[in-house]
Structure formats: structure tokens, C-alpha cells
């Protein structure tokens, strides 16, 4: 039977506990005495710890989430050994009472558990970090100035999981590695995990200097000429540059534009990226320079004059009827003769006309012709102006060769040849031939660019434009708006009618359809993995829509697989994305599943008592897929889930469910501490009360049941009281039936102890005469002490001197026992008042230094007053025990008498005053 659980008394009412645990008893025996406060020795046992148990470590772990830091952490759990234990994670050097390990940087790490006995175990574990997080980023800078068309793409590599990406230092945040349509400046890329790491760096998109451009003008000197031109002069942007002024139909690298007649031109810059320019210049012209009419005035039958009246051109104009001989600044011409002459007209840049007239003595019948093409191809507007002089008036006016006639001289037709007539008042015709010209007809055709992807507005609509008369103009919205551009961009998919209209405002129209293809999109099946943690899952794809062939990424745009399968995937969720062949994407989440990870669940059943061996463990595992098969110690597997009986320990279980996924688990099998018992103390009694006694129990499995062996007393605090004189052997039963005993006490009861008052003295009112009082004891049990007021004196003596007032005397013996006897001493005499000093000494001899009551009764309203000769009051007291020291404001007063004045109230409740005189003497 194993030794008794105890406890040590190292002082009156403190006890250590012994710690729980293996234990065995040194070869030699220990005896060890202990005084307690009733004088009470008692005799222990004292345990030794068992050094041959050793502890067993169970250490887990958490990695450091990001490279470079210090979160990691160690876990250890220690068993067996004697606790309390300590720990070290660093080979010894420093230790801990607590288990866990935090802030830990990557390393290996030699982990030491101590135990109470100084055994130790030890394991090593390696606190690991994900590599660094690199991000190698590839850029694409702005392409013109003013736009925001640069690209960040990101490829991050390290960390763990999935990344996000971000270009404002972590502002805002997106699963895709692109980031578009950025404008120049500086931007703080980062990669971040699924732990929040972060790896980036800083990137700089530019944009080349801003593209501008001025333009120089000649307009055309005369109507209709081609001698105009347009200068360019284009800054900026990334030469070389180059130059279109019809819309980008065509293009040249020098910046000017020479012969080129009057009209509206739509300049175009290009510089070597593409980026353009655009602006809309007109280069004018004058208006025509024409000879309107010749008036003639004949003079007399041989001579005549003549006038020609010009208009158009930019005036003064110069005039001549003789090539070759010269210009004037006047229109008339004297003295001509009959003749035929050719009058000549021009301006100041020298754009003329010409018309050839004919001096009759009489007036001839002349005709003189404008004519204006049509203004667009198949238009009745061309022009047929004539203007008559000579022969008799009225005239009449045709153009079909005299078919038909018509007073006005004004023609509308369409292009063509025409023979004019005019035919005046006396029958003489004039006639000419005339031919009307037209424009080539206005044609157009169209060039698209379909949308990419369904929804966008990116398709494009170039037009080419041919006849008519150029510069052209172009309309997408039926004419409410108009451009120079022949190009029509970022449009949506529908059908189009472009209207192209000339510098004659003819128009014409061609349709385009804009086609879209359909909407991507992607559907994902996913297969679970078959076990937990094992990445053999996968995902099948099927796109429809866009335009093939397609690519997929599962890792948000990274790498892109022409493949619609992943294979060997984790559990987890995948965002799956699908791009075809021009570039559209459409994403899917979709989940691989994975079984619950297997749990054992073990339901164990401790083994009862110390040392027995009916231990029992159930399995009842959760997760994977069932059904399972168990076995233990690496055994033969069956398909039975529990295992009994069992001894204390630790075993090994595995389970494996139907796709062969197995999980091991360290099952441990308990027993309770062995059951002890130990004294705590046992307390001798008195007559009024009896003894107490005290076991505490420790092990086993609570609740306890304390009992007295044949006494029938049981406890569920193990308190036993009032208890009789014996011995007795306290017995502690646990809940499993389990015993265990303390040893023997023996408690004894003192006889009933007395205090008696053999005689009191009261005290004299004089204050000298004090009370005093005689006591002595019967019973109880040696040694006795005894206390009057709580200071201890000799009985059977007088307790004097006594100050009037109550006293409790008290008397207790060995067992603490204790009687009372209570008494009061008077002050006798009490019509005692007050006795004044008649002369004091203030030398600071401690003598005689202060003027007070030398006596005083029983008084009350007390007041003191002193005053010199010339009746100051000199000092002033309500305290009969404060008296004066012979100084008045801190001065000392002379040698002399001073008269002092007392009043108070005395114990018949009457006011009394007295006066005397004093001599202060030094």
C-alpha cells in the first residue's frame, strides 16, 4: 500500500502542498516534528519525486506569414515527467513557465521542456517564411501627349495564394495584373498575398512633350489659280513628322503644301508614334477679274469712244486696247475709229481679262457670254449669262438654236453643249456655242472595323471619298454635325449612314453595318478533390460566343493554357477567366470541393483508479468519406471503432475512409492521479466546544467522500468538529470507488476553565492613587496566559496601577481555551476640582517649565486665561493639560506676577470661576 499523502507545516496555520505525480520513498526514513500554535507535534511522512519519468513533448507550429517578419510561433505540449514544467526555445539559455512561443522569426529552433524534477525532452522544429514577394512589372508608356492610354502589367511571383494588385501604394485594390488607360506620372505598384504581404516598387509611365502645330497661308493671287500654299510648323510629340492636307488620304514629310488653289483643307500632322494633329485651313481667292461690259459712245460717223467697266479682282485696275503699247489707270478710250480691238483688264496681282469688241460707224449687233458649270454632277444649275450691245433693242434670247426663244438672258441647264441665238428687234441674230460642264459624280465608299467585344464601342468607320469638289465634309448623325475627318471612331455595333458632302454642298451617303460578335461566356464543372488537402481536384471549361480560339487562366491573368481543363487543384475557390482572339475576357468563380479533413473524435474512457488497466476508446470519426476502417499501433486495419481494455498511454490510432485518405491521431488514455489523503491539521477541543479535524484529498476523480473509520461521521469537505476525545483514522472515497487513508489523530478536550475576580481597587481623584486588581484561574490545561486589556500580566498578583475605566481580563490555555471576567475602576471622590501652581520656572530645565492644573477632577467647559499687569492677555487654553510657557509671541516675558483667570463647569453640572496670581521666576 503506498505511503500517505501529506503536508509540510512550515508555520502555524500554513501548509506547501506537495505537487502530484510518480513518486517513491528514499531509502532512509525522515521524522519530522512540527510545533503548531496549540503545541500540538505531529509526525510526517515526506515524498520524493520518481526522476525515471521523463516528459513527452507534442510541438506544433505557425509559419511566418511573410518573408522577413517575425509572427511566427511554437506551441508545445508537454506530458508526463513531474509539472510543473518550463520551457526554452533556445538550447537552454533562457526559459518560461508558459508553453507558447510568439514573434519568432524564421529559424530552426531547439525546443527543451523541464519538469519539476529537473528531467528534460527535447525537439527541434523549423519556423519557415514564404519567399520574398517579386514584382517584375512591364510598362507601356503614354503614346500621345494629353492622353491616358499607358499600361502597368504585373507578374508577381513568391508569397502565398492569390495575389491583388494595386498602383496607389495600396489605396485601392483589383484581382486583375493589368492596369489601363493610365495617364503619365508615378505610380506605387504592389503585389499583395493572402496574408497581406506586399512586394512592389515604383514606376514611372511618361508621355512625350506635347504636340502642337502653327500654321503660315498663301491664299490664291487670282481666281481659279493654284499658286496658294500652307506652311506647317508642328512642335513636340517624337519626330519625324508627317503632313496630309486632304484628311490623311495621303501624306508627305515636307510641311508645305505649294500650288494648291482656293478652298477648304484639312491639315493633318503625324508624328512617328501616330499621335495627330488636325486643323481646317481655307485658303481664299479673288473674285474673278471680268470685262462686264464695253459701253461704246460714237462720237460723230468716223470716230467713237469707249468705256470698259471690270469688276472682280482686287482694284485698281489698268486698262489697254493696244498689247504692247502700254496700260493706263483709265477705262475710256477717244477717237477710235471703225475697227475691230481686243480690250484688256487686270488687277494689282496682274489677273486679267479680255474682250474682243467691234467700232461700227453704226452699232453692231455684239454678244458677249458667261457661263458657270454645275455646281454638282447631274444639277440644273449651270449658267448661261448673256450681255447684248448694238443692233436694236429689244432682244429676244435662245439656246436650242432658235427653237424656242425667251426674253431673258439668263439660261439654267444642266452640264452640256448648247448653241445660243440672240436675235434683236430688226431680225439680226448673233449666235455662239456654249458648252456647261459638271463635276464628276460624288461618290463614297466605306471602310469598317467591327466591335472586338460584345458591348464595346470600339469599331471604327474610315471613308473614302472620290468626285465632286474637294475638300469634303462628313456626317454620322444625318447632318446635325459635320467634320473635316474622314474618320469615324470608338462606335458602338449597328448599322451606319455616312452623308459626304463637297465644297458645292453636293451630297452623297454610303451604309455600313458594324458587327459584334456574341457575348463570351464561360461555364466551369468542378470534380472535388478526393481528399482532404490532396490538390487533385479539377475544373472543365466550355466558352461559347467571342471569337476563337480561346486561352483560360485560372490565376487572374498571369499565364493564360489553350487547354479547358486544370488539373491537380487544391481545394479552394478559382477565379477562372477565358479570352479569345481578340482579347475579350469573362470570368467565372467557381469552387473546388474537398471532404472535411478526418477527424478521429475519440471518446475515452479513463482507467478508474490508479494503476488499473479497463482504459476504453471509441472512435467516431467525422470528414471524409465514409465508410472507415480503424487501426492501432499500425496493426491490421478493422472495421470495429473501439478498443478496450486499455491500460494508461498513448496510442496511435489511423483511419481510413473509402478513397484510402488516412488520418493518425495520438489518442491517450488517462488515469487519475493516485488517490492520497493527507492531515491538514487536528484540533484539541474545549468543554464548550469539541475537537476539529481536517483531511484534504488529492488524485483520484472528484467528488470525494471523507469518512472517520468507525465513527459513521462522513464529510464532502473533509471537516470534521465537535469531535470527542479519541483517536481517529480519516478514510477519503473518490467517485470511482477508489480509497485512500491519512494517519491516525489524537484529539484531546481541557476541563472547563474559570476566571474568578478576587479583589478590586478604585482610583482617587487625586490622580496618584490608582486602582488596581487580583484574579485567578481554575481548570483547562496547563500552560495558561493570561490578558488584561490584551497586555499580559501574572495572576494571582495585583494588576496595578489601574486608571478608572473598564478592563476584560482573559485567560486561555494550551488548547485555546479561553475565559472572561469583565470589571470597571471608578474615580473616587469626584467633587475633587482644581489645583493651581502658585509660581513656575521657564528655564527649559524640564522642570517646573510650564504653568498648568497641577490637579484636576472631573470638569468640563475649561478655560485658562493669564494676563499681566497692564491686563493683556498674555495666554489662552480650553485643555487643562496645556498649559502656559512663559513667552507671548514667541517673546519671553520678564520675572514678574501675572494674574490668571480660570473658568469651567464642575461635576454638579455648576459654572465656577477662580482667579489667582502666579510668579514666573528663572
Known amino acids: 500500500m503506498p505511503l500517505p499523502r501529506v503536508r509540510q507545516k512550515t508555520q502555524p496555520g500554513t501548509f506547501i502542498e506537495p505537487k502530484p505525480g510518480p513518486c517513491r520513498i528514499a531509502a532512509m526514513s525522515f521524522l519530522l516534528l512540527f510545533p503548531l500554535f496549540l503545541f500540538t507535534t505531529y509526525t510526517y511522512a515526506q515524498e520524493l519525486p520518481d526522476s525515471s519519468a521523463i516528459p513527452v513533448l507534442t510541438v506544433t507550429h505557425t509559419d511566418v506569414l511573410c518573408n522577413g517578419g517575425n509572427d511566427g510561433s511554437i506551441t508545445v505540449t508537454a506530458s508526463g515527467g513531474q509539472p510543473p514544467y518550463r520551457y526554452s526555445k533556445d538550447k537552454g539559455y533562457s526559459w518560461q513557465q508558459t508553453a507558447s512561443f510568439d514573434k519568432l522569426s524564421t529559424g530552426n529552433y531547439t525546443l527543451i521542456a523541464m519538469d519539476g524534477n529537473g528531467q528534460t525532452a527535447s525537439a527541434t522544429v523549423a519556423v519557415k517564411a514564404p519567399s520574398p514577394i517579386t514584382a517584375t512589372i512591364r510598362i507601356t508608356h503614354v503614346s500621345c501627349y494629353g492622353k491616358a492610354n499607358g499600361t502597368i502589367t504585373v507578374q508577381a511571383t513568391g508569397g502565398s495564394g492569390n495575389f491583388m494588385y494595386s498602383k496607389d501604394k495600396g489605396v485601392t485594390w483589383q484581382p486583375s495584373a493589368r492596369f489601363k488607360d493610365l495617364g503619365p506620372g508615378d505610380y506605387g505598384v504592389l503585389a499583395r498575398d493572402q496574408h497581406g504581404c506586399l512586394g512592389g516598387q515604383w514606376v514611372t509611365i511618361t508621355e512625350p512633350p506635347a504636340f502642337t502645330m502653327r500654321t503660315e497661308q498663301r491664299d490664291a493671287s487670282c481666281y481659279a489659280y493654284s499658286d496658294g500654299s500652307i506652311r506647317v510648323d508642328a512642335q513636340g510629340g517624337i519626330p519625324p513628322y508627317q503632313y496630309s492636307n486632304n484628311n490623311g488620304l495621303s501624306w508627305q514629310e515636307t510641311p508645305l503644301f505649294n500650288g494648291i488653289s482656293a478652298g477648304e483643307y484639312p491639315l493633318l500632322v503625324k508624328d512617328s508614334t501616330g499621335c495627330l494633329l ?128 425667251q426674253s431673258n438672258a439668263n439660261f439654267l441647264r444642266k452640264a452640256g453643249v448648247y448653241q445660243v441665238v440672240v436675235m434683236d428687234a430688226s431680225a439680226n441674230r448673233v449666235g455662239a456655242k456654249v458648252t456647261l460642264t459638271e463635276p464628276s459624280q460624288l461618290t463614297a465608299r466605306l471602310e469598317g472595323e467591327d466591335i472586338s467585344c460584345r458591348g464595346a464601342s470600339n469599331g471604327s468607320i474610315n471613308v473614302i471619298a472620290s468626285g465632286g469638289i474637294m475638300p469634303y465634309k462628313y456626317s454620322i448623325n444625318k447632318g446635325a454635325t459635320w467634320q473635316s475627318s474622314a474618320s469615324f471612331v470608338g462606335l458602338p455595333g449597328g448599322g451606319y449612314t455616312i452623308l459626304i458632302r463637297d465644297r458645292n454642298s453636293c451630297e452623297t451617303s454610303a451604309q455600313l453595318q458594324l458587327t459584334e460578335p456574341e457575348r463570351l461566356g464561360l461555364k466551369a464543372q468542378s470534380i472535388a478533390a478526393t481528399c482532404y488537402g490532396k490538390p487533385d481536384g479539377r475544373i472543365t471549361l466550355t466558352s461559347s460566343g ?24 487544391s481545394a479552394g475557390v478559382y477565379r477562372i477567366q477565358v479570352r479569345d482572339h481578340n482579347g475579350c475576357e469573362d470570368s467565372v468563380q467557381i469552387q473546388v470541393q474537398q471532404p472535411l479533413q478526418i477527424s478521429a473524435n475519440p471518446a475515452v474512457q479513463m482507467v478508474s483508479c490508479y494503476g488499473a488497466g479497463d482504459g476504453r476508446i471509441i472512435l467516431s470519426p467525422k470528414g471524409g468519406t465514409a465508410p472507415y476502417t480503424y487501426r492501432m499501433d499500425n496493426g491490421e486495419w478493422q472495421t470495429a471503432n473501439n478498443y478496450s481494455p486499455l491500460a494508461p498511454g498513448l496510442f496511435p490510432i489511423s483511419i481510413k475512409d473509402s478513397h484510402g485518405c488516412i488520418q493518425s491521431a495520438n489518442v491517450r488514455v488517462t488515469q487519475p492521479d493516485s488517490l492520497e489523503l493527507a492531515l491538514v491539521y487536528a484540533k484539541n477541543g474545549c468543554s464548550y466546544i469539541g475537537g476539529q479535524l481536517e483531511v484534504k484529498a488529492g488524485g483520484g476523480t472528484q467528488p470525494y467522500t471523507y469518512t472517520l473509520a468507525g465513527t459513521g461521521d462522513s464529510s464532502s469537505n473533509g471537516t470534521f468538529a465537535a469531535l470527542a476525545a479519541g483517536r481517529y483514522n480519516p478514510v477519503v472515497t473518490d467517485k470511482n470507488g477508489c480509497t485512500a487513508t491519512a494517519p491516525a489523530a489524537d484529539i484531546e478536550i481541557s476541563p472547563e476553565l474559570r476566571l474568578i475576580l478576587d479583589e478590586k481597587q478604585d482610583m482617587q481623584c487625586d490622580g496618584i492613587h490608582k486602582g488596581g486588581a487580583r484574579l485567578h484561574a481554575e481548570g483547562g490545561s496547563s500552560p495558561l496566559r493570561f490578558t488584561i486589556n490584551e497586555q499580559a500580566y501574572a495572576p494571582g498578583s495585583n494588576t496595578g496601577p489601574l486608571d478608572n475605566g473598564p478592563y476584560t481580563a482573559l485567560v486561555t490555555d494550551k488548547n485555546g481555551c479561553a475565559a472572561v471576567q469583565r470589571f470597571d475602576i471608578n474615580l473616587l471622590n469626584e467633587g475633587c476640582e482644581l489645583t493651581m501652581p502658585t509660581g513656575f520656572s521657564p528655564n527649559d530645565d524640564g522642570l517646573n517649565d510650564v504653568f498648568r492644573p497641577a490637579l484636576y477632577g472631573n470638569i468640563r467647559a475649561y478655560q485658562l486665561q493669564l494676563f499681566n499687569a497692564w491686563g493683556n492677555l498674555l495666554f489662552s487654553s480650553n485643555d487643562p493639560a496645556t498649559g502656559w510657557d512663559g513667552t507671548f509671541k514667541g517673546h519671553r516675558q520678564a520675572v514678574a506676577s501675572y494674574v490668571w483667570i480660570a473658568r469651567y463647569t464642575n461635576y454638579l453640572g455648576q459654572p465656577v470661576v477662580r482667579s489667582g496670581v502666579v510668579t514666573l521666576v528663572r
Open 546 to 569: 467571342g471569337t476563337p480560339p480561346y486561352q483560360y487562366s485560372k490565376d487572374l491573368g498571369k499565364t493564360w493554357e489553350d487547354a479547358a481543363l486544370f488539373t491537380q487543384l
Open 278 to 405: 488636325s486643323s481646317g485651313i481655307t485658303l481664299q481667292e479673288p473674285p474673278l477679274v471680268k470685262i462686264d461690259s464695253v459701253t461704246a459712245i460714237f462720237d460723230n460717223p468716223a470716230y467713237s469712244s469707249i468705256i470698259i467697266n471690270a469688276t472682280g479682282g482686287i482694284p485698281a485696275y489698268a486698262y489697254t486696247i493696244y498689247p504692247g503699247r502700254g496700260w493706263q489707270p483709265a477705262a475710256r478710250f477717244d477717237t477710235l475709229p471703225a475697227g475691230s480691238y481686243a480690250a484688256y483688264v487686270k488687277d494689282q496681282h496682274q489677273c486679267g481679262s479680255t474682250l474682243n469688241i467691234t467700232l461700227a460707224s453704226t452699232p453692231a449687233l455684239q454678244m458677249k457670254i458667261e457661263s458657270w458649270s454645275a455646281g454638282c454632277y447631274q444639277s440644273p444649275n449651270a449658267a448661261i449669262n448673256i450681255y447684248m450691245q448694238g443692233g436694236a433693242a429689244p432682244y429676244r434670247y435662245s439656246a436650242d438654236s432658235g427653237l424656242t426663244w
